[in-house]
């Protein structure tokens, strides 16, 4: 028994759209989630979409090979799904955003002329600033077939009639908000401030694009387009090969969905849909505005109503530590981001830059910040002598670029790059620093759910280990080895770990163990518990092994922020299994896995969440930790979530119960608590 993954996916992107309508979250904050909300569909349209639409061209003999969470007209349920959810976005945004904003002194122009206090301003900064990055595409001849519009950018369609002439036409033009602003603030009126899209201050002016046109209509469109896909990393064989074809069917760069304002005449729509080559299946109506992912930057007006901010918390034992080599030599220290400041890894990479002592750094690299404190250090390093090593990984999607940048930079520096290894993935997250000091070596290391990129450390939860523990450090570096030699792990070339969990070597057998240990517990003792946060549950495998412990009396609870294809609950079958996803103000992005309670438990945090492509297609790793007042952080902090009875909801669930006289919210516990400890 198991969810459909994307209709899961869905359901979490929805559970973001809840905490856009939510009167308890400050206004800003409720204008940050609607943008999230629609960031992540477009690259589920971007991603995952495209092979919807390939799996349900396929016969269905064939479907059924791919999995069981393929569920009979799968693709109806996720158009209905998304419209249903696209509306109710939109009404929150009209119906409870902007006329919050004008209770509070803002107000946006929301397909409304402009007042007459305004009109000359928004000229101004058309004709100065908009216009000279304007170019208009008549939609006709050769132009229209080779015209091709890019992928999640803005373009307006303009329907014009030649002064004394009866022929229609239709131009494009790009909305140019990736070069200017998409919100432009207006001088205020009335002790109002105002703010105004930069649709509206083209289609205000449109006129001086076309002299000599009468404009009859002006209409907002979208298009989301293929992006590298991972569909090999969750379906395989055979398999493979059929959606591949299915996908070469499709032009390359094919459009995945082509978003239109409902106001658009249907003449309009279907004139549109023949020139670009849309099919029926990716057309999808919306509200006026899109790209409502740029609600991210919102002008504020200095006017408070967004959430308290916390405050980082510094660690007297690192802040204050001349040498944090040293601090790490004496114990364990174990981080929570972004509870706690950034600052000690980046010193551990400054720090290891300038030490003398030092000799070899590695490191592996995802997801690089555009201006990393981290990569600079390493080319620091470099130059300075040292011998520093770095796994780059040119796949991580939507990041590519940026990386490929870095990798060049970093390369110029002197320093020893490995990219991609073929046919897999390398997403963990592991740093080792070699020093020698009186002719004795000493390493540490650095274990994360998380990448190294400072600036997402602001608002992803994460955990990070660092210490000179001599077994974990000796099977990093024998990992850091096998990387070099960028080959894809097979049974021949299997590498040995006996403590870290790594896959594709032992992750999987390792977790097998602990769960078949806890069903002996109730066997011989009448009472297991497996406790897991992850970001995504989807492995078949995995998902069986938790109904088993469940069905053998094993509790189980889970939080999963994102995808989540167990179904919990179900009388006779997984009734000992509770499942809860949380959205705050972070994004819950930590890994943790507790079996076994109190003194008897083992925790284990690293990089993997339980996904096929995670545990047989990417190299992660997950480490045991052992060091007591380490262990103690993580059962607390996962107790201080499974508490959350304001911003948790039970998957497959749209209630919220609350109990408005005693509301735990997680991650104010979790800030509390590590202060306490500071």
């Known amino acids: 028994m198991y969810c459909n993954r994307d209709l899961s996916w869905l359901e979490f992107n929805y559970r973001v759209l809840q905490e856009a309508a939510c009167e308890s979250v400050p206004l800003f904050d409720r204008i940050k989630f609607l943008s999230i909300f629609s960031s992540n569909l477009d690259e589920f349209f971007s991603v995952r979409y495209p092979v919807i639409l390939a799996i349900s061209n396929l016969k269905a003999k064939t479907r059924r090979k791919i999995e069981h969470t393929i569920p009979e007209h799968l693709l109806e349920k996720i158009q209905l799904e998304i419209e249903r959810q696209v509306t109710e976005s939109e009404n929150i945004f009209r119906g409870q955003i902007i006329p919050l904003l004008a209770t509070n002194g803002i107000i946006l122009y929301y397909n409304t002329p402009l007042m007459e206090e305004h009109i000359p301003e928004a000229r101004d900064k058309f004709l100065s600033h908009i216009l000279s990055f304007v170019q208009p595409v008549f939609l006709k001849g050769d132009i229209a077939t080779k015209f091709s519009p890019e992928a999640n950018k803005l373009y307006m369609i303009i329907t014009l009639q030649k002064h004394g002439e009866e022929e229609i036409q239709h131009a494009i033009i790009k909305i140019p908000a990736d070069h200017l602003k998409r919100l432009y603030a207006l001088s205020p009126v009335n002790g109002n401030d105002y703010v105004v899209f930069i649709d509206d201050i083209i289609k205000e002016n449109s006129k001086y694009i076309f002299p ?52 658009m005449p249907s003449n309009v729509q279907l004139y549109i849909a023949s020139v670009f080559g849309i099919d029926q299946e990716e057309i999808f109506a919306d509200g006026r505005y899109h790209n409502l992912s740029d609600l991210s930057t919102f002008p504020q007006f200095g006017k408070k109503l967004t959430n308290d901010e916390w405050l980082p918390l510094h660690l007297p034992a690192l802040s204050e530590a001349g040498n944090l080599f040293n601090t790490i030599e004496k114990k364990d220290i174990l981080l929570h981001f972004p509870y706690h400041s950034y600052n000690p890894i980046l010193s551990f990479f400054n720090q290891a830059a300038i030490d003398p002592d030092v000799t070899d750094i590695y490191i592996t690299l995802y997801r690089v910040a555009a201006d990393s404190l981290i990569a600079n250090a390493l080319i620091s390093a470099a ?120 896959s594709p070597f032992n992750m999987v057998s390792n977790f097998q163990k602990l769960v078949d240990n806890e069903i002996k517990k109730v066997e011989k003792s009448g009472s297991g518990l497996i406790r897991l946060k992850l970001n995504n549950l989807e492995e078949q495998g995995m998902i069986d092994l938790l109904y088993k412990a469940a069905n053998a009396g094993v509790t189980v609870r889970l939080l999963v922020r994102s995808i989540c294809c167990l179904v919990p609950g179900v009388k006779g079958f997984s009734e000992n299994i509770q499942v809860k996803r949380l959205v705050d103000r972070y994004l819950e992005h930590t890994r943790l896995f507790i079996f076994g309670a109190d003194a008897d438990a083992q925790v284990i945090m690293g990089s993997s969440d339980w996904m096929t492509r995670n545990l047989y297609y990417r190299i992660e790793l997950c480490t045991p930790v052992t060091d007591p007042n380490s262990r103690k952080e993580l059962l607390d902090y996962f107790s201080l979530q499974w508490q959350d009875n304001d911003k948790s ?20 516990s979790i800030y509390d608590y590590l202060k306490e400890r500071v």
């Open 383 to 502: 130059k300075n002598g040292k011998k520093v090593t770095v796994f780059i990984e040119l796949k991580a999607r939507f990041d590519e670029a940026n990386n490929i940048i870095w990798s060049k930079k970093m390369k110029s520096a002197g320093i020893r790059l490995i990219y991609s290894i073929p046919g897999i993935k390398v997403h963990t997250k592991i740093a080792l620093v070699i020093r020698t000091c009186n002719d004795k070596k000493r390493t540490y290391s650095i274990i994360s759910t998380g990448n190294f990129n400072e600036l997402t450390a602001r608002y992803y939860t994460d955990h990070t280990l660092l210490t000179t523990d001599k077994d974990t450090n000796a099977e990093l570096l024998s990992l850091f080895h096998f990387l070099e030699k960028r080959i894809k792990p097979t049974d021949d070339n299997i590498t040995s770990f006996k403590k870290l969990f790594v």
């Open 649 to 668: 909801l039970p998957v497959n669930s749209a209630d919220r119960p609350r109990d408005e006289i005693n509301i735990h919210n997680g991650q104010r």
């Open 212 to 263: 000599g046109f009468e404009i009859v209509g002006a209409y907002n469109i979208k298009f989301n387009r293929n992006a590298d896909l991972d569909f090999e990393e969750d379906y395989h064989g055979n398999i493979v090969e059929k959606i591949e074809k299915q996908l070469r069917n499709r032009a390359n760069g094919q459009p995945s969905r082509f978003v239109f304002e409902s106001a």
